[in-house]
């Protein structure tokens, strides 16, 4: 029996707890707003993104679950200093790794730190919040 | 132990494991469990005849006319409306709603009317009334609630000018378990002859609704949150103001005659049922008040008052923890915060207990705006709860605040 205390495992408990990137950036090129009008998570997002299409810097604020916060937190930390296109591949990686059991994802050690959500799509409900900031964020790459 | 309540065992979903652990249902705000009852009662209309209703000859055809118009008349009697002509079988309150907001739109509202509604409403009070405003020029007012979450009464009155052609609230708020002076404010309402409608969906579980003695225009409630099935509900009105509304909804059953030139309607009340309706959902209602009448109301109140009072005893001595939504009288439901744990991270690790709480806005995000929360924790009992579920509640609560520590 998959027990939901697994998902939460320590990487994910310091990273609600302790986000990184946390706050406004004042020099960004990117303002987006992550919603999840169901469970009420809200956050903000900032992207400096340079004339070359590489992600210099980017930060978060808001409020949300220990799960979208954590991911939105570790999502940061994977994509700053790479170009749109690696993030949006990142995306399609981190995708798959929640969504799908068994995703070849969950066994790449490229995903690093993001393995902690492999176990996310035993639980339904709880997709929507690991891959909230994630979809936020392809939305303005994909149109850039 | 109050006898009168029914044995757990009536409700078979009680009896399964959720990881491990016997199910315990604190989300009954959301649906009610069903009883055997219900469940057979839906299991022998398909079984046996499962025939159309109002149309044909043959015996089951019969059988399932005189099974639905009986389930009407059970529905009168629940609600002691006068006539059964006042029972519009919808597809649950917020269907019930769409369909009155649709109706008064053809012509029975004009632009510069305005409809009052409460902070406390669920969405489905709120959003069609908002459709009329933005498409037919109504003004939509709110009356606002206090910090404890009561209504604000003296605003309210200050809200009913003349204008105000329909009041429509809760008569028990489904996010934080506020008991409405619904009374009061029907008389209040018809003082400046606006008509009022009452959302009784959270209600009809836990207190006796007369619509007589309430005197109320409209009322509205959903099977599903009273033991019965989903995808069958009640309109109530007046059959006065039933005859003046023009139908929402058109095609069979609804009409007398029908040329490509003209239609004549029905009667009530099948001028509002068009098409083949949910038969039956209506027998399982039915089968659900006949449940629900053989447990006295003040039974209920007084179990669910009982373990209201029990969780806010327990809960106030978690560290952290605190209420949204303290109102003058509470009923069935409790809802709270605690400090670091969200409660959707708290919801899935309840679920690893067994036990469901709703955690979210509760379909009323504009009561959350005015408790300045994104969501709460919401506890919501009925009859087959008891003392042991707020024990196993508030021990899980203190095994998720460690999780989050």
Request: aromatic share 6%.
């Amino acid at each position: 029996m998959t027990q939901a205390a697994d998902l939460y495992q320590d990487i994910i408990l310091h990273h609600s707890r302790a986000p990184r990137h946390f706050g406004q950036l004042e020099q960004h090129s990117h303002h987006i707003k992550a919603d999840n009008p169901l469970c009420g998570d809200s956050y903000e997002l900032f992207l400096q993104i340079d004339d070359q299409g590489i992600i210099r810097n980017a930060t978060f604020q808001g409020a949300g679950c220990a799960i979208s916060k954590a991911s939105t937190s570790l999502m940061l930390d994977a994509i700053i200093g790479k170009s749109i296109q690696e993030a949006e591949e990142l995306f399609i990686h981190f995708q798959r790794l929640v969504k799908e059991p068994g995703s070849p994802e969950s066994q790449d050690e490229s995903m690093g730190k993001l393995a902690a959500f492999s176990g996310v799509w035993k639980f339904p409900s709880r997709v929507k919040c690991a891959i909230l900031s994630w979809h936020a964020m392809h939305d303005v790459l994909h149109h850039n | 132990m109050n006898t009168t309540l029914p044995a757990k065992h009536v409700f078979p979903a009680l009896q399964q494991k959720i990881k491990g652990h016997n199910l315990i249902w604190l989300d009954s705000a959301s649906t009610t469990l069903k009883p055997q009852p219900v469940i057979d009662a839906v299991y022998q209309y398909y079984a046996q005849c499962s025939a159309n209703v109002h149309r044909s000859v043959h015996t089951p055809g019969e059988e399932a006319t005189a099974a639905y118009e009986g389930s009407r008349e059970t529905a009168r009697q629940f609600l002691h409306a006068k006539s059964t002509t006042e029972i519009i079988f919808t597809a649950g309150t917020t269907d019930g709603i769409n369909l009155l907001a649709t109706s008064l739109s053809r012509g029975m509202l004009q632009a510069g009317d305005a409809i009052l509604i409460t902070q406390l409403e669920h969405h489905a009070n709120i959003v069609p009334w908002q459709m009329l405003r933005d498409h037919h020029g109504i003004e939509l007012r709110v009356a606002p609630i206090s910090d404890k979450g009561d209504i604000d009464l003296e605003a309210f009155q200050a809200m009913l000018t003349p204008n105000v052609k329909l009041v429509a609230f809760s008569a028990l708020s489904n996010a934080i378990g506020t008991v409405l002076p619904i009374k009061e404010m029907i008389q209040m309402a018809h003082r400046i002859g606006a008509w009022t409608l009452i959302d009784a969906a959270q209600a009809v579980a836990t207190m006796p609704m007369d619509v007589q003695e309430l005197d109320c225009d409209f009322l509205v409630c959903s099977g599903h949150k009273m033991f019965g099935p989903t995808g069958i509900g009640i309109l109530y009105g007046r059959e006065t103001l039933l005859e003046k509304l023009p139908p929402a909804r058109t095609g069979g059953d609804m009409i007398k005659s029908v040329t490509f030139e003209k239609t004549t309607f029905n009667d009530l009340p099948a001028k509002f049922e068009a098409g083949t309706p949910n038969i039956a959902g209506a027998i399982g209602l039915a089968a659900a008040i006949n449940f629900l009448a053989t447990v006295p109301f003040h039974d209920i109140q007084k179990h669910e008052s009982a373990l209201v009072a029990s969780a806010q005893e327990k809960l106030a001595e978690i560290p952290g923890l605190r209420f949204i939504g303290t109102p003058r009288q509470q009923m069935a439901i409790v809802s709270f915060l605690i400090d670091n744990v969200h409660p959707h991270d708290a919801g899935s690790l309840f679920d690893d207990d067994g036990i469901a709480i709703r955690a979210g806005h509760h379909c009323a995000q504009p009561l959350m705006q005015h408790f300045q929360v994104p969501a709460t924790i919401r506890l919501s009992f009925s009859l087959y709860n008891e003392e042991n579920d707020i024990i196993k509640v508030v021990d899980s609560m203190k095994r998720i605040i460690e999780v989050f520590a």
